[in-house]
């Protein structure tokens, strides 16, 4: 009733990188937004989403969500912004349904918001996801990713760290 033996997730070292929503991963570079294309908020990768489930793309604690994006904190420090849409914060989190919270410790592949991309085409808005590492230059010594068709959950890739 009060969380009482309760077990409260642990948070695992994993370097795997999981695609967030179902769709076809593109380059970062080409994003619409200039921000994000030219990775002033860090490098990474975007998704052309086909799913309405997005899922965490990597073992992490939740450190924010404000219904268009969620950001996330690896345990070797990595961080992840994973942005639904473009210009999507105009909608005041009408279209996303959070699952989880911060403080939340999730696994890669964790549902963690529903996403309702046809009130987002009827904002006139783009649905392009993108995953970036916020901490790009402190962090990250390297990632990859395979540049495909995925589905949402499925390891698509790795991130480390220096």
């Not at 294309?37 to 992490?60: C, D, H, L, W």
């Amino acid at each position: 009733m009060f969380g009482i033996g309760k077990k409260k997730a642990q948070l695992i070292e994993d370097t795997k990188l999981y695609a967030p929503i179902d769709g076809q991963i593109i380059e970062l570079a080409s994003v619409s937004d200039p921000v994000f294309a030219k990775k002033m908020m860090g490098e990474g990768f975007a998704i052309t989403p086909t799913g309405s489930q997005v899922v965490s793309p990597v073992a992490a604690t939740v450190t924010m969500i404000e219904g268009h994006a969620i950001g996330l904190k690896r345990a070797d420090g990595l961080e992840v912004l994973v942005h639904l849409g473009l210009d999507t914060v105009t909608l005041n989190g009408a279209p996303f349904n959070a699952l989880v919270k911060a403080g939340d410790v999730v696994e890669g592949g964790t549902p963690v918001i529903e996403v309702d991309w046809e009130a987002v085409k009827d904002a006139g808005l783009e649905t392009t996801t993108m995953i970036v590492f916020t901490n790009t230059n402190d962090v990250l010594a390297d990632f990859d990713v395979q540049y495909q068709v995925v589905t949402a959950g499925e390891q698509i890739g790795s991130a480390t760290v220096k």
